[in-house]
């Protein structure tokens, strides 16, 4: 968009409706005028000071946006008087003045592939179905063939019309009606139509996630948002994740590891995560496209942006099945941790662990990973020891001799009187304070089909 009208209640001031226009605006617009209508509705003897009032309120509110110092005009758009069967209006000479001077012609790029919005369908008869809407992209011209994406039906141009006026083409910015034959209107009333081969019906995306500021509930992994595509809003869940690069990139690597998040964080950047979008129903879009997620199911009458986050697609998924013949391609890990307890030295590089595996564990899947002791000593999983769930771990550099002290120490065990028992011998080390842990440190692919452990 180049410019919009941001028309707020001047008896209501900003609802939470009239905010989250200002939030698109700020995603998709450069310029704005704000337009505050029904100034009728006011006492007459009032109108000037409750206007000024609104005019401030609204200033002070668009201080920390894009549009701060947006010109703002007061309007009646429709008087209904009882004295007078004619309709009439208040200011609009003022607006149209304020359109007039923040109109630019802006830089139109006649190149690339044609995209066209369509927002009205109809037949006429003898001449066939016309489409009215607005060049995305691209250059249509007549006789070109031209998809009609939602129903996949390709036609050829016949003619176009630009204010009742016959053109033989029109590029991107233009608002033009195009003429098809032989397509039914009824199978289209909203939605696009493209040069062949340009939209494609999308199962999943990447984007690139930047969090609206107004929005104040967290925005974690498996939630389900609406997700809204070009003319379509649909159910998706999220899996979040980011690079661990300084700079993020405008393009997914493949080659990259992505580490898994749990939720966005709170952050100024512009673009803080990726967010794997999952559709329960496929939408038609292109890599590129803008995506806002939001909640509309939450309480309109509350006093809170709906609005959560947006992002450019940078992947799009084409395939229906594209869990399995792509995701695994997406190197998104998590980090795992397991700990256990040392029961007993076998020898000076080795000891005997539980409570790190279920007896039922498979332990070769486990074998030659790296651990490492409370005590700093480095090591790694050797094999299971018996059938109850213990391992036994080597330690090459062997046990440093304070370890072997704590683990070959006599137990001070008492007698049925209380007294201290000094023959008791060796015990558990695990019997008192000093116990000496094992930790096992791995990072595991979400979309690796083989759930490998892999350390680095």
């Known amino acids: 968009m180049d410019l919009m009208f941001l028309v707020v209640d001047v008896t209501k001031g900003m609802q939470t409706q009239t905010a989250e226009c200002l939030v698109i605006g700020e995603i998709c617009c450069g310029k704005m005028i704000v337009v505050l209508n029904k100034i009728d509705l006011l006492p007459e003897d009032k109108r000037h000071q409750m206007i000024l009032k609104m005019r401030?309120?609204?200033?002070?509110?668009?201080?920390?946006?894009?549009?701060?110092?947006?010109?703002?005009?007061?309007?009646?758009?429709?008087?209904?008087?009882?004295?007078?069967?004619?309709?009439?209006?208040?200011?609009?000479?003022?607006?149209?003045?304020?359109?007039?001077?923040?109109?630019i012609i802006p830089h139109r790029d006649?190149?690339?592939?044609?995209?066209?919005?369509?927002?009205?369908?109809?037949?006429?008869?003898?001449?066939?179905?016309?489409?009215?809407?607005?060049?995305?992209?691209?250059?249509?011209?007549?006789?070109?063939?031209?998809?009609?994406?939602?129903?996949?039906?390709?036609?050829?141009?016949?003619?176009?019309?630009?204010?009742?006026?016959?053109?033989?083409?029109?590029?991107?910015?233009?608002?033009?009606?195009?003429?098809?034959?032989?397509?039914?209107?009824k199978l289209l009333e909203r939605g696009f139509a493209a040069a062949p081969g340009t939209l494609h019906t999308i199962y999943g995306a990447v984007v690139c996630v930047s969090k609206i500021p107004y929005f104040k509930h967290p925005i974690r992994s498996r939630a389900k948002f609406h997700v809204t595509l070009g003319h379509e809003t649909v159910?998706?869940?999220?899996?979040?994740?980011?690079?661990?690069?300084?700079?993020?990139?405008?393009?997914?690597?493949?080659?990259?590891?992505?580490?898994?998040?749990?939720?966005?964080?709170?952050?100024?950047?512009?673009?803080?995560?990726?967010?794997?979008?999952?559709?329960?129903?496929?939408?038609?879009?292109?890599?590129?496209?803008?995506?806002?997620?939001?909640?509309?199911?939450?309480?309109?009458?509350?006093?809170?942006?709906?609005?959560?986050?947006?992002?450019?697609?940078?992947?799009?998924?084409?395939?229906?099945?594209?869990?399995?013949?792509?995701?695994?391609?997406?190197?998104?890990?998590?980090?795992?941790?397991?700990?256990?307890?040392?029961?007993?030295?076998?020898?000076?590089?080795?000891?005997?662990?539980?409570?790190?595996?279920?007896?039922?564990?498979?332990?070769?899947?486990?074998?030659?990973?790296?651990?490492?002791?409370?005590?700093?000593e480095q090591g790694f999983i050797e094999s299971a020891f018996g059938k109850s769930g213990k391992i036994k771990v080597r330690i090459p550099g062997g046990l440093k001799e304070s370890t072997v002290v704590a683990l070959t120490k006599p137990a001070k065990a008492k007698t049925a009187n209380g007294d201290i028992d000094e023959d008791a011998g060796p015990r558990d080390a695990t019997a008192d304070a000093s116990v000496i842990l094992v930790k096992l440190e791995f990072k595991r692919f979400i979309h690796d089909s083989r759930k490998q452990m892999i350390q680095s």
Do not use: W
């Not at 992209?137 to 141009?157: Q, W």
């Not at 016959?166 to 209107?185: E, L, M, S, Y």
């Not at 964080?265 to 806002?292: N, R, Y």
């Not at 947006?310 to 997406?330: C, P, V």
């Open 56 to 103: 401030t309120r609204i200033e002070k509110t668009l201080q920390t946006t894009k549009f701060a110092g947006a010109p703002l005009v007061a309007v009646a758009a429709r008087i209904n008087s009882l004295e007078s069967a004619e309709t009439q209006c208040l200011g609009m000479e003022d607006l149209l003045r304020t359109l007039s001077a923040a109109t």
């Open 235 to 376: 159910m998706a869940k999220l899996q979040l994740f980011q690079s661990d690069k300084s700079i993020r990139p405008l393009e997914l690597d493949y080659s990259e590891e992505y580490r898994h998040l749990e939720e966005v964080p709170e952050s100024s950047d512009s673009c803080t995560a990726f967010a794997l979008i999952e559709l329960e129903t496929p939408v038609v879009g292109q890599k590129g496209q803008l995506m806002i997620a939001s909640k509309l199911d939450s309480d309109i009458h509350q006093n809170a942006c709906r609005l959560a986050f947006h992002g450019r697609l940078i992947e799009a998924y084409l395939d229906r099945d594209y869990h399995s013949t792509q995701l695994f391609k997406l190197k998104i890990f998590k980090t795992k941790e397991r700990s256990g307890v040392v029961e007993r030295m076998q020898d000076r590089e080795s000891v005997i662990v539980r409570n790190m595996v279920k007896k039922e564990t498979d332990i070769g899947k486990f074998e030659r990973l790296k651990v490492q002791l409370s005590t700093g």
């Open 110 to 185: 006649p190149t690339g592939s044609l995209l066209f919005s369509v927002d009205h369908c109809f037949t006429i008869r003898g001449q066939g179905t016309v489409m009215t809407g607005t060049v995305l992209a691209g250059t249509a011209k007549v006789n070109d063939p031209i998809e009609i994406v939602a129903t996949k039906d390709t036609r050829k141009i016949k003619s176009m019309q630009m204010f009742r006026l016959p053109v033989q083409q029109a590029v991107q910015g233009d608002r033009v009606g195009i003429c098809v034959p032989n397509f039914d209107a």
